[in-house]
T-cell receptor, first 112, second 115 residues
Framework: SQKIEQNSEALNIQEGKTATLTCNYTNYSPAYLQWYRQDPGRGPVFLLLIRENEKEKRKERLKVTFDTTLKQSLFHITASQPADSATYLCALSKTGRRALTFGSGTRLQVQP | EAGVTQSPTHLIKTRGQQVTLRCSPISGHTSVYWYQQALGLGLQFLLWYDEGEERNRGNFPPRFSGRQFPNYSSELNVNALELEDSALYLC??????????????FGPGTRLTVL
């Protein structure tokens, strides 16, 4: 069955450093991969989307890479700030199948 | 622009009871999705409605059901509540024009506790 893995352990980094989160998947050929941010008790907030034929996408301090050979996406936050502390979810979907399949998320803690 | 709204915010029920959760999508969005997020777990897809029709359903028993109204708002009904139904129920909406990726915008969720 399809599986999405995100590091279940929290990632603790110092303010100003680059945070790198990983999303690996198996038994799945997604057309799109999305990253969402979720704060405790709140709904996820969309951050970035990358298509299977794209290698990299950037938005301000955020960068996403997508390697369909490795079946992996990396999500980078540069110049991290304490306000970036949250859980980050990756989600996959196929064209025509619009329900998203989410990973369990990685909690990021940025220390001041 | 108003975001996705959900009601109620919190709900406490007992085993065997029935519950109805409500969702209003972003204006102009025709698709509504329901997800369940149990404590410490990822989001599990429940149901997808588009243009008033159920388009897809996740791996949940039939006691989870819903509907979408002509104004695109939606209800999620859960019958015969069980303790493991305790979770954050999230609604998301989207508008997909002519195929392609489907970015979903989430509401704040309804926290359901089953005692």
């Amino acid at each position: 069955s399809q599986k999405i893995e995100q590091n279940s352990e929290a990632l603790n980094i110092q303010e100003g450093k680059t945070a790198t989160l990983t999303c690996n998947y198996t038994n799945y050929s997604p057309a799109y991969l999305q990253w969402y941010r979720q704060d405790p008790g709140r709904g996820p907030v969309f951050l970035l989307l990358i298509r299977e034929n794209e290698k990299e996408k950037r938005k301000e301090r955020l960068k996403v890479t997508f390697d369909t050979t490795l079946k992996q996406s990396l999500f980078h936050i540069t110049a991290s700030q304490p306000a970036d502390s949250a859980t980050y979810l990756c989600a996959l979907s196929k064209t025509g199948r619009r329900a998203l399949t989410f990973g369990s998320g990685t909690r990021l803690q940025v220390q001041p | 622009e108003a975001g996705v709204t959900q009601s109620p915010t919190h709900l406490i029920k007992t085993r065997g009871q029935q519950v109805t959760l409500r969702c209003s999508p972003i204006s102009g969005h025709t698709s509504v999705y329901w997800y369940q997020q149990a404590l410490g777990l990822g989001l599990q897809f429940l149901l997808w409605y588009d243009e008033g029709e159920e388009r897809n359903r996740g791996n949940f028993p039939p006691r989870f059901s819903g509907r979408q109204f002509p104004n695109y708002s939606s209800e999620l009904n859960v019958n015969a509540l069980e303790l493991e139904d305790s979770a954050l129920y999230l609604c998301a909406s989207s508008y997909l024009a002519g195929g392609g990726a489907d970015t979903q915008y989430f509401g704040p969720g309804t926290r359901l506790t089953v005692l």
